[in-house]
C-alpha cells in the first residue's frame, strides 16, 4: 500500500490497532448474532412455533420471513454505520 | 382513479403505445447520460474515477443489484410457492447485511478496479489472480443469462414476437448501452434506472393494495388486510397447500442452505462489490451498503406483497372462467398456425360475464396456455402434479401481467414494462462490465499484453462484452431455468468461489496463496459441476436428453439436496479447504501480513490506484 504509516511496525513488536479491531470484531459478533436470529432462527427453524401467533391476519413466522427480518437488516447496517463512527474517533483512526 | 373498462381492443392498443412513449422517454435519459459521461481512461470505465456520493452509489447499486429476477422473476416464484419464497427475500437482502459488516469497508480501504485485483495482491499471486477472473467471469455469465430472459420476456409481450426475438433485440440494446460508457457511464445511468424500477414496482402495489386491503401502503395491507385468508380458502378449494404453510415445495434444509447460498453469493458477487471501490472513502461505503439495502428493502417488502395480491387475482379472475370461443393464431401473413388461442370471460357472483383481455396476447407468445381437458366450457386451475389442471402459466410473467389482471389502468401497465426493462438493462451493464473487465484488465492486460495503450485497453475490454453478450443471449434463449433459479445458481456459484477467500483474506492473517487458490477452486469446481450435472439436460440440450444426476444427500433431506442449495455447500468446502491447505503451507510474507493490518483501519483510503509492478505501464490515477 502507498499510504505513509506514522510508525512503522516493527515485525516483532504487536501489531498496531489491535484494540480498535478487537471492538470492531465485537460489533460485527453481534450484529452477525441478531442477523442469524431474525434471518434463520424466525425465519426459517423456529418458523412453525412462531405461526401459532399471529400479526394481523398473517402467522408470525411468515411475517418474519416475508417482512420482518428486512427490516431488521436494514436497521442493522445503518446501526453498524453509526457505531463504527464513533470507534473510528474513539481509537484515532478516523479518515 | 383506477376504474377504467375500456373498449375491447382498444386497451391493449393503448397500454402498447404507452410502453412504446415510456420505453422511448426512459431510453432517450439513459442514452444522454451515457452519451455525457463517454469515458476515455480506465480508472473511469471500471470504478468511475472514484468519488461517487454515498446515496448515488446507494441507488445505483440497488439499480445494478435489483435485476430482472428481483423485479419480474422473484414476485412470480413467491406467488406460487408462498412462504418458500422466503428464500429470496431474505437471501437477497440479508447478503447486505454480511457485505456492509464483512466486506465493504475494507475493500474499499484495499482500493482496486476488480475483485480479481484484490485476491490477485492479497494472495500475491498471479495464479491465484487467473483463478479469480475465471470464476468471476462465469458468475457474472450465469447471472447475464437471467437478465437477458427477462429483457426479452418484455419485449416480446410489447412488440408481440416470440421471447427467442425479444431476447436477441435485448442482446442489441445491452451492448449499446454498457460498450459506451464504461462505469462512470453506468452508475449515473443506474441512478435514473433506479427510480424508473422502483417507481414501476411500487405503483402497481399501491394500487392494487388499495383496491384489495383499502391501505394505501401495501405492506400495511399484507398484514391488516383479509387477502390471505382468501387465498388459503381458493388453495384448499382447489387443492392447495395454505399459503403461508412453510417448506411445501422445499424442505427445510433446503430452504435454510439456498437462504444461506443467496446471502453469501450477494456478499460475494463481484459486481456488487466492485460498486463500492466507487465511493470517496471507508465511511462512505458504509453508509453506501446502508442506502443500498435500503433503496432495496423497498421493493423487496414490496414484493411479497405483490405476490399475494397477484396470486389472489389470478386465482380468482381464471379458476371458474367460461371459454367463450376458441380461434386459432394466425401469422403476420394471416395464415393459420394451428395454435389455439382461448378466449374466456370471468363470472361475477351475480352472473355477470366480463371478456377477459389480457391473456390474449400471453397467449399468442405461448406463455400462457389453455386446455380444456374435460370440455365443459369451463376452466379449472385445480391442483394436477405440480402444475393447473387445465392452464400452463410462465411464473415470470406474473408481474407483467399483474395491472392487466387486476384491470389497472394501461399507463401502469407500460409503467411496468419499462421498469423490468430497467431492472433487466441496469444489472446486465454492471455484470457486462464485471466480465470485461476481468478479460481484459486482469487477464489480458497482465498476461498477453502488459503494455497496450490506453485506447488498445477499452478496445479489448468493448470487444469482450459483446463476446459476453452472444453467450448471455444464447443461455436467454434456451432458458435453463425461470430467471430467478438461474440467478440463483449464478449466486450460488459466487458464494462457492469469491465470499469464502475475500472474508478470510481479511479477517485471517494467515490464510495465504495456495488456501486460496485451491479453495476456489475446489468451491467452484463442485458447485457447478453439480448444478451442470442436475441441469445438463436443460444447459446442454444437445448434448443430454437426461440429466446426468438425480439431486444427492437424498438421506438427509426429502429430495436431495436442490442445485440452488448446493453453493452453501460449495461455500463450506471451500471455507474447510482454505483453512486446511493454509495451515499445511508456509505463512503469507511479512508485508502480505501488513497489508492486511492496513486494510482494517479506515485511515488512509486514497482514490483507486492500480497497484502494479513497476515495469507494467499503468499510472495512478489518485
Known amino acids: 500500500m502507498s499510504s505513509p504509516q506514522d510508525e512503522q511496525p516493527s515485525a516483532a513488536s504487536a501489531r498496531p490497532n489491535v484494540a480498535y479491531w478487537r471492538a470492531n470484531l465485537l460489533v460485527i459478533v453481534i450484529m452477525m448474532l441478531i442477523w442469524a436470529v431474525v434471518s434463520f432462527g424466525c425465519s426459517v427453524f423456529f418458523v412453525e412455533p412462531l405461526n401459532a401467533w399471529h400479526i394481523g391476519s398473517l402467522p408470525l413466522g411468515f411475517w418474519f420471513g416475508h417482512q420482518g427480518a428486512m427490516y431488521v437488516f436494514v436497521v442493522l447496517v445503518f446501526a453498524y454505520a453509526l457505531i463504527m463512527d464513533q470507534l473510528d474517533k474513539k481509537y484515532g483512526v478516523k479518515e | 382513479m383506477f376504474e377504467i373498462t375500456p373498449l375491447l381492443g382498444f386497451f391493449e392498443m393503448s397500454s402498447t403505445v404507452w410502453t412504446y412513449i415510456f420505453v422511448t422517454i426512459t431510453f432517450f435519459i439513459y442514452i444522454y447520460i451515457g452519451w455525457q459521461s463517454r469515458v476515455k481512461e480506465t480508472s473511469e470505465f471500471y470504478v468511475a474515477g472514484g468519488g461517487v456520493p454515498a446515496v448515488a452509489n446507494g441507488a445505483a447499486t440497488a439499480a445494478d443489484w435489483m435485476s430482472a429476477a ?160 382468501r387465498v388459503d380458502a381458493l388453495h384448499a378449494e382447489l387443492g392447495f397447500k395454505a399459503y403461508t404453510e412453510p417448506f411445501t415445495n422445499r424442505s427445510q434444509l433446503n430452504v435454510f442452505l439456498t437462504m444461506f447460498a443467496l446471502m453469501a453469493g450477494t456478499a ?175 487477464l489480458y492486460i497482465h498476461f498477453v499484453d502488459p503494455h497496450a495503450s490506453e485506447a488498445k485497453r477499452l478496445t479489448v475490454a468493448r470487444i469482450m462484452i459483446l463476446l459476453a453478450i452472444v453467450v448471455a443471449g444464447y443461455f436467454g434463449i434456451i432458458k435453463p431455468g425461470f430467471i430467478g433459479e438461474v440467478v440463483a445458481f449464478a449466486f450460488g456459484l459466487a458464494a462457492a468461489s469469491f465470499f469464502p477467500i475475500v472474508f478470510l483474506g481479511i479477517f485471517d492473517r494467515r490464510t495465504n496463496r495456495e488456501g486460496a487458490i485451491c479453495g476456489m477452486v475446489v468451491g467452484i469446481l463442485f458447485t457447478g459441476g453439480y448444478i451442470l450435472a442436475c441441469k445438463a439436460n436443460v444447459i446442454l440440450p444437445f448434448l443430454f436428453s437426461e440429466p446426468l444426476i438425480t ?45 492486511v493490518d492496513e486494510v482494517r483501519i479506515p485511515r488512509g483510503s486514497h482514490a483507486p490506484e492500480a497497484h502494479f509492478d513497476e515495469s507494467d505501464a499503468e499510472a495512478d490515477n489518485p
Not at chain 2, 81 to 93: E, I
Not at chain 2, 321 to 350: C, F
Not at chain 2, 354 to 376: A, M, S
Request: charged content about 15%.
Open chain 2, 70 to 229: 428481483s423485479f419480474l422473476s422473484m414476485t412470480g416464484l413467491i406467488a406460487a410457492s408462498g412462504y418458500d419464497g422466503t428464500v429470496y427475500l431474505l437471501g437477497w437482502t440479508g447478503g447486505y447485511v454480511l457485505l456492509a459488516l464483512l466486506l465493504a469497508p475494507y475493500l474499499r480501504k484495499f482500493g482496486q478496479f476488480t475483485v480479481p485485483d484484490f485476491v490477485g495482491k492479497r494472495y500475491y499471486s498471479e495464479t491465484a489472480r487467473i483463478v479469480a477472473a475465471l470464476c468471476a467471469v462465469f458468475v457474472s455469465i450465469t447471472y447475464v443469462a437471467g437478465q437477458m430472459r427477462g429483457v426479452g420476456l418484455v419485449f416480446s409481450h410489447f412488440l408481440k414476437v416470440p421471447v427467442e426475438y425479444g431476447v436477441v433485440i435485448g442482446m442489441v440494446i445491452v451492448a449499446f448501452f454498457a460498450v459506451l460508457g464504461g462505469m462512470k457511464g453506468i452508475t449515473w445511468t443506474q441512478v435514473v434506472q433506479f427510480f424508473v424500477l422502483i417507481l414501476a414496482f411500487l405503483i402497481p402495489s399501491i394500487a392494487l393494495s388499495k383496491m384489495l386491503t383499502d391501505s394505501y401502503i401495501p405492506q400495511l395491507g399484507f398484514v391488516t388486510g383479509d387477502i390471505h385468508d
Open chain 2, 268 to 442: 460475494g458477487l463481484p459486481h456488487v462489490i466492485v460498486r463500492f471501490y466507487t465511493v470517496a472513502n471507508v465511511r462512505a461505503a458504509r453508509y453506501s451498503a446502508g442506502w443500498a439495502l435500503l433503496f432495496i428493502a423497498l421493493l423487496y417488502t414490496a414484493a411479497p406483497t405483490m405476490a399475494l395480491f397477484a396470486r389472489y387475482n389470478l386465482l380468482s379472475t381464471l379458476n371458474g372462467a367460461k371459454v367463450v370461443n376458441i380461434d386459432e393464431a394466425e401469422n403476420d401473413d394471416g395464415e393459420k398456425t394451428g395454435q389455439k388461442i382461448y378466449h374466456l370471460a370471468s363470472v361475477g357472483e351475480d352472473g355477470t360475464e366480463k371478456p377477459i383481455h389480457w391473456i390474449n396476447t400471453w397467449q399468442v407468445t405461448h406463455l400462457i396456455e389453455f386446455d380444456d381437458k374435460d370440455g365443459d366450457g369451463v376452466i379449472s386451475l385445480k391442483k394436477d402434479g405440480d402444475k393447473y389442471a387445465e392452464a400452463t402459466i410462465d411464473k415470470d410473467i406474473l408481474v407483467l401481467a399483474t395491472p392487466e389482471v387486476a384491470g389497472l389502468p394501461a399507463w401502469i401497465v407500460a409503467i411496468v414494462a419499462t421498469g423490468g426493462l430497467a431492472a433487466a438493462l441496469s444489472t446486465a451493464a454492471g455484470l457486462l462490465l464485471v466480465i470485461s473487465s476481468s478479460i481484459a484488465h486482469d
Open chain 2, 551 to 595: 439431486p444427492m444427500f437424498a438421506g438427509w433431506t426429502e429430495g436431495g439436496i436442490s442445485p440452488e442449495s448446493i453453493g452453501a455447500v460449495g461455500c463450506a468446502l471451500n471455507f474447510i479447504v482454505t483453512l486446511v491447505v493454509s495451515r499445511l503451507t508456509p505463512a503469507p510474507p511479512e508485508e502480505i501480513q501488513q497489508l
